[in-house]
């Protein structure tokens, strides 16, 4: 005990060495000013020595409300409620609307009415919190009717490892791990089948971010755009995933009217237009007054997975594994506590069909896919959306067979060229502009590699259709 005692004095000087010059003052102007991170450490320290003052029970419940940590701020609030702080009724009807028990919320709302009926401001406040527990309560009755087989909760630094996506269905990682001159970053960028077309969200703390795409040209990547403006609208927008289809995108935004932090949204790529279809906002519970991002499904498995860090610890997160719906199945029930329990997610074992057996699919979806450079084949031929070939062997087609291998040669012939080209370019660069020789062989090089180049992707278009016409006669 003695020990324990020693521990916690110590634990105690410390927090209050780290926390000197900044004084209760300096804390309550932080709250005044939404700085609910910065006050709360201030406001937790004072608690210690002054645990029954009900203005910083008051001020704890809602910084901590604030800052997502909602479980933790109820009792601070019910406290502050108790000691009649009127202020306390607005945040708890707040706090219960986001844990979906939207009566004790009109309850907690009620009486913050009743204390401020004859404030014009107060009373503005508490009609735009109802507006939004309204909201909330009307999207719970459109919960969709999914099958959550299994849920994992991991380090939001390292979440990405749950997703294990078939090679069909593309790659995700992180943002740095493709542009290495980023600075630190939580975002995802998506790679698509081929590798040769990119999906990320880039921005600024002024400008928000935006969803961009770029195309593999050669060797590299470039022709960067931006997507359509009804996607790139107000807020944030990240986390994009790409359904083989091409067509078909998913992504998380902060904008868009999301129920709170990011919500997850599809929309789909009009050709006509050349511009993406107004995004349709997911249904619960795949949305929630939380951060909801990263959809991902993979048609081959059968499987997909989206991230939320509904009543997570601050750096954590819950990646659920679900079976998608072939069409959009709500929920039919007049129990508002059962639909509450499904929006929420308060049981996967609740979302299970009866007599339903998960476990093949959970081991599907925990199955690490080979990667393509484990894959120690030769080259990475795609046939079609099922087929790829690896080895000059793979071929059914003798004709097809020698298309390929023309086109293998012809690469390796591009590659020599775009490495003698590269270094006279860096000639250039390094002052000998002047020098006319150099001009010609430069314009001469480029034009013979955009040559080989459309006549490598001739070889194999032909190659592809020979291939195909043998395997389906």
């Given at each position: 005990?003695?020990?324990?005692h020693i521990i916690f004095t110590l634990l105690f000087s410390i927090s ?34 002054d645990a029954d003052n009900a203005a910083l029970n008051q001020w704890i ?413």
């Amino acid at each position: 005990m003695k020990i324990k005692h020693i521990i916690f004095t110590l634990l105690f000087s410390i927090s209050g060495f780290l926390l000197h010059g900044q004084s209760l003052d300096d804390a309550k102007s932080w709250y005044l000013e939404g700085r609910y991170a910065e006050a709360l450490p201030v406001f937790q320290s004072e608690y210690l020595n002054d645990a029954d003052n009900a203005a910083l029970n008051q001020w704890i419940g809602v910084s901590l409300l604030q800052t997502g940590k909602i479980l933790e701020a109820e009792r601070y609030l019910i406290f502050a409620s108790q000691k009649k702080i009127p202020e306390s009724f607005i945040y708890l009807g707040e706090l219960y609307a986001k844990l979906y028990r939207f009566e004790d919320a009109e309850e907690a709302f009620a009486k913050y009415q009743r204390a401020n009926r004859r404030n014009e401001e107060a009373l503005e406040k508490l009609a735009g919190k109802r507006e939004g527990a309204d909201k909330l309560r009307r999207t719970t009755n459109r919960t969709e009717d999914i099958q959550i087989i299994d849920s994992l909760v991991l380090p939001k630094t390292g979440f990405l490892t749950a997703y294990n996506l078939s090679l069909s269905s593309g790659s995700l990682m992180a943002v740095n791990d493709f542009f290495k001159n980023l600075t630190a970053s939580d975002k995802t960028l998506f790679m698509n089948e081929r590798q040769d077309k990119i999906y990320y969200s880039q921005g600024d703390t002024d400008s928000g971010d935006d969803l961009f795409t770029m195309d593999k040209l050669l060797d590299s990547f470039g022709n960067e755009k931006k997507l359509s403006e009804s996607i790139n609208m107000d807020g944030d927008q990240a986390y994009p995933f790409m359904m083989s289809d091409g067509l078909t995108i998913y992504f998380a935004s902060t904008g868009h009217q999301s129920l709170g932090g990011y919500d997850l949204y599809v929309s789909r790529y009009h050709i006509a237009s050349d511009a993406y279809l107004t995004p349709n906002q997911l249904n619960m519970p795949f949305n929630s007054p939380f951060n909801d991002y990263m959809m991902a499904i993979d048609e081959e498995k059968g499987i997909g997975w989206f991230a939320s860090d509904r009543f997570q610890p601050d750096d954590s997160v819950c990646i659920y594994t679900f079976i998608p719906n072939v069409q959009v199945t709500l929920i039919e029930s007049d129990d508002s506590a059962y639909l509450s329990r499904r929006a929420r997610i308060a049981s996967i074992a609740e979302t299970w069909k009866e007599n339903s057996d998960y476990t093949s699919l959970r081991a599907l979806a925990q199955q690490k896919t080979i990667s393509r450079h484990e894959n120690r084949g030769d080259f990475l031929f795609i046939i079609n959306d099922k087929t790829t070939y690896h080895h000059l062997s793979d071929f059914k087609s003798s004709r097809a067979r020698s298309l390929f291998s023309q086109a293998l040669g012809l690469e390796s012939q591009l590659k020599v060229l775009n490495e003698e080209l590269s270094g006279k370019r860096d000639q250039y660069a390094g002052g000998n502009s002047a020098n006319d020789t150099l001009d010609r062989s430069i314009l001469t090089l480029e034009k013979e590699t955009e040559s080989l180049f459309l006549e490598i992707e001739r070889l194999q278009w032909q190659a592809r259709n020979e291939e195909i016409g043998t395997i389906f006669n």
